[in-house]
């Protein structure tokens, strides 16, 4: 049985529609990623699922538990780190995970928490004193103290430096290596494809696509590209009668060249028959955004 299960989800206000018959499942110790735009419905589906938010129909379980009607029981089972939440200025570190702990029949040992987390000097620290990558450990402590069984992680990276962001992917995994399903929401392409073992793509309340990270770039895949700086003057023609090359440009320094399955050995081979040497080759494939962007229509 999957972890989480999301049938036919559809949540309004008003008039508008921010989620309209969402489905997905979340396997047993995998990091599934719902990814989107701001404003797409990630955060109402997960304020579903954690019971936040009453769904207007659709069912839902986590850990076969309803999260309206089982609400206290999947607590005790279930951290939840909100996009948005701040704590009181003067608070300190140590103060807020004895609140948490406080929540939580069985927490976990909060001093091999706070060491996991490279928290364990800023225990006697202000809340207002932290750095923004403190903030976020801190965020990850408090939906972990409880030793649950999913984590819910919402827009973990966001105002974070690239290396706080890096060092925050590599607590991810730590995690999920220690048996914790993990639920991510995130606007970051490039945090998904790193992150995740497949995720669905939210394009305005519904689900675009869902697959791992390769199957979606899979989908719009259908040719490759090389960059790099030639040894020695280059004829276009030697490239472009290639019949896997279908296109070449050039900037100042480079030529580009586009093609099918095999471009690069087909390219290489050709290269080195006039005894060119292609310096700097990158080749370059398609990411999780250009996937977003073809299968959407929409920048993510």
């Known amino acids: 049985m999957p972890v989480i299960e999301v049938d036919q989800l559809h949540k309004r206000y008003g008039a508008k529609v921010a989620v309209e018959e969402v ?15 701001n404003g797409a419905g990630k955060t109402t589906t997960v304020e579903c699922i954690e ?32 996009q948005e939440a701040e704590l009181p200025d003067k608070l300190t570190v140590a103060e807020a995970i004895d609140l948490y702990r406080s929540f939580y029949r069985h927490p976990a ?53 690239p290396h706080a962001r ?25 945090e998904a494809e790193r992150l995740c073992d497949r995720l669905a793509l939210i394009h305005s309340g519904r689900v675009a696509a869902l697959d791992s990270p390769t199957g979606l770039t899979d989908r719009v895949n259908t040719e490759q590209r090389l960059r790099f700086r030639p040894s020695a003057p280059l004829a276009d023609q030697l490239l472009t009668t290639l019949p896997e090359v279908t296109r070449l440009t050039r900037t100042a320094d480079e030529v580009i060249v586009t093609g099918t399955t095999n471009l690069l050995g087909a390219v290489t081979a050709a ?3 006039d005894n060119i ?7 370059e494939r398609t990411s999780l955004e250009d996937a977003f962007v ?7």
């Open 23 to 37: 489905s997905f499942t979340v396997d047993d110790g995998e990091i599934f990623g719902i990814v989107g735009p």
């Open 51 to 82: 019971g936040l938010r009453r769904p207007d129909r659709g069912r839902i379980r986590v850990l076969g538990l309803n999260p309206e009607r089982d609400r206290a029981q999947l607590r005790q089972r279930l951290g939840v780190q909100l």
């Open 109 to 161: 040992d909060h001093t091999a928490l706070l060491e996991a987390l490279g928290l364990a000097d800023q225990r006697k620290t202000r809340y207002r004193k932290l750095s923004g990558g403190q903030k976020q450990r801190l965020s990850i402590a408090l939906a972990l103290i409880g030793r649950p069984e999913v984590a819910v992680l919402d827009e973990l990276t966001t105002g974070l430096d």
């Open 166 to 190: 890096r060092d925050t992917w590599a607590l991810i995994r730590t995690i999920r290596d220690q048996g914790v399903t993990i639920l991510l929401v995130t606007h970051f392409m490039d």
């Open 271 to 273: 290269l080195a028959r």
């Open 277 to 283: 040497v292609a310096e700097r080759l990158r080749v």
């Open 294 to 300: 073809a299968l959407t229509g929409q920048q993510p």
